[in-house]
T-cell receptor
């Protein structure tokens, strides 16, 4: 299994441009997540999905959109890139256990995005 | 709002020493507390987790303790090795995880 695969690894955008960060997992996990990681700030949840066709906002959803048409894929869309969206983005997936929906997250290797 | 605070932000130890990282949480409903290790250029990886019905859990050289009354939990690494050098994140939550800001651990040979 490849686990969680993110593309691209690096990207530079100009202000106002748009792009889609791709995320795919081959573990048949129902739950998928998008986080952003800023220096000294830990990981902040942007959006998450509990299954195909279902998405919900996390802590910092403004400026982003997601879709979940299949179990495997969970793309993150930036419509009008702003400098505040410069960050490292991580996709993750999990297969929830009996007690918690957020167990044992498997993370991708990240996308480093700069908006200039 | 819900918050998880993590200390220290950086930690430097000699190989063979122990390292302790501490976290506090604000949401009393939190029942799950994982620890993630992030190596340079990679995504975080789960190393150990604990539930609120357990006070301590150990896995070889790493252990986690939880004090529900005080709302804090700690990661203990014994006999540190250079390959333990990484950024460590604590997290806590009920249905949604809140992450701490991370601790950069450096183990010097």
């Amino acid at each position: 299994n490849a686990g969680v695969t993110q593309t691209p690894k690096f990207r530079i955008l100009k202000i106002g441009q748009s792009m889609t960060l791709q995320c795919a997992q081959d573990m048949n996990h129902n739950y998928m997540y998008w986080y952003r990681q800023d220096p000294g700030m830990g990981l902040k949840l942007i959006y998450y999905s509990v299954g195909a066709g279902i998405t919900d906002k996390g802590e910092v959803p403004n400026g982003y959109n997601v879709s979940r048409s299949t179990t495997e894929d969970f793309p993150l869309r930036l419509e009008l890139a702003a400098p505040s969206q410069t960050s490292v983005y991580f996709c993750a997936s999990s297969s929830p256990g009996l007690e918690a929906a957020n167990e044992k997250l498997f993370f991708g290797s990240g996308t480093q995005l700069s908006v200039l | 709002g819900e918050n998880v605070e993590q200390h220290p932000s950086t930690l430097s130890v000699q190989e063979g020493d122990s390292a302790v990282i501490k976290c506090t949480y604000s949401d009393s409903a939190s029942n799950y507390f994982p620890w993630y290790k992030q190596e340079l250029g990679k995504g975080p990886q789960l190393i150990i987790d604990i539930r609120s019905n357990v006070g301590e859990k150990k896995d070889q050289r790493i252990a986690v303790t939880l004090n529900k009354t005080a709302k804090h939990f700690s990661l203990h690494i014994t006999e540190t090795q250079p390959e333990d050098s990484a950024v460590y994140f604590c997290a806590g939550g009920y249905n949604k995880l809140i992450f701490g800001a991370g601790t950069r651990l450096a183990v010097h040979p």
